[in-house]
């Protein structure tokens, strides 16, 4: 297998992509089913900067739009948009497969079912941090990639590429059968099951942002600080081996990180997909295939693309709103079709 040469992050691309994130923020800000100029807009922005005074014209009911309803939502879905991407990167990086997702490893199904135990309790009505989908939904999550490690590392050699794939594979339909149960004896819920599977990111204010971000800033600290040794290990475990590199540690520190961004994204935000799937993959025809490129770009761009993704599933059918999922799989299915029908999907 050839390895390309390792890229160095360069100055002008980091820029490309905190402009793409700049322009989804103040964009999904501005716009919305009640009208706001985005001069005033960004004028409100800017009067809370520290030493900044300026008046933005915006009346008290619009800036609580502004800050209580449009700011969290926004800076919810670049989180979780870059938190599904980066993921998406990581595993791929691990797997050496451009098949891989956030998803890979049982997350989705583990999740679905926490929802849905929570909807069919009762406990999800609630809001905000007292709301008990997104604590279910983690936990589902987590129960799920426990186990696929459990399973996956019970061989005689230990835990592999190819054993945790497989033993993903069995939990996810296990967890999957096990939803599939529990929403057949309850169906007066089945739509709330089915709202949330398609993903939203409807907030309560700025609740949800403050669940995830604890779970972001570790984990993306440990992708970003582990992005060299993804490169390492793309020219195998022998090879790595001699310049000093634990493959099975460094494999394992990564998938529990992107496995806890993914987990933590999918809590707040339902089951995105194809975000974790097309963004990196875009950044590789872009940028290069280093993972020391690929995994901070794909933060960046994944980020910027599940916002514009969630201003366009608020605004396109007003005051309606389509699930996100919708909007990516709209956008992420045609240009992965693409990718397949014009070149050869390699990896490294």
């Not at 849905?116 to 997104?134: E, K, L, R, Y």
């Not at 996810?172 to 993903?199: C, E, H, K």
């Not at 366009?312 to 990718?339: D, K």
Request: glycine share 10%; no cysteine.
């Amino acid at each position: 297998m050839t390895t390309a040469q390792p890229v160095r992050l360069r100055a002008s691309w980091l820029g490309a992509g905190v402009i793409a994130i700049a322009v989804a923020f103040v964009l999904g800000v501005g716009l919305g089913p009640v009208s706001l100029r985005l001069d005033r807009v960004a004028l409100e922005l800017l009067d809370h900067v520290p030493g900044i005074d300026v008046e933005s014209g915006l009346t008290p009911t619009e800036a609580a739009i502004v800050w209580d309803i449009r700011l969290p939502r926004v800076v919810l879905g670049l989180l979780v948009g870059g938190l599904l991407a980066i993921s998406g990167a990581a595993y791929q990086g691990v797997f050496r497969n451009p098949l891989a997702d956030p998803y890979l490893l049982g997350i989705a199904a583990g999740a679905g079912l926490g929802a849905t135990i929570a909807f069919v309790s009762g406990a999800g009505d609630a809001s905000g941090v007292f709301d008990a989908v997104p604590i279910a939904a983690f936990a589902g999550a987590f129960a799920a990639v426990v186990m696929t490690f459990a399973v996956g590392g019970s061989g005689r050699r230990g835990a592999s590429t190819v054993s945790l794939l497989l033993a993903g594979v069995a939990v996810a339909s296990f967890f999957t059968a096990l939803q599939t149960y529990v929403q057949s004896r309850n169906t007066d819920t089945i739509r709330q099951v089915f709202s949330w599977i398609l993903g939203r990111l409807s907030t309560s204010g700025w609740d949800e942002v403050l669940l995830l971000l604890p779970y972001a800033a570790v984990s993306t600290a440990v992708l970003l600080w582990s992005r060299r040794t993804l490169d390492v290990l793309a020219v195998g475990d022998d090879e790595a081996a001699t310049l000093g590199v634990n493959a099975k540690r460094v494999r394992l520190l990564v998938l529990v990180a992107a496995s806890l961004a993914a987990a933590a994204a999918v809590s707040v935000s339902g089951l995105i997909g194809f975000v974790g799937l097309v963004v990196p993959h875009a950044v590789r025809l872009a940028f290069g295939t280093s993972n020391r490129v690929v995994v901070p770009l794909s933060f960046l761009f994944g980020a910027a693309f599940l916002a514009l993704a969630d201003l366009g599933a608020r605004t396109v059918e007003q005051p309606a709103e389509l699930p996100i999922g919708v909007v990516t799989a709209f956008f992420g299915a045609p240009f992965f079709l693409f990718i397949l029908r014009t070149r050869a999907v390699t990896f490294r």
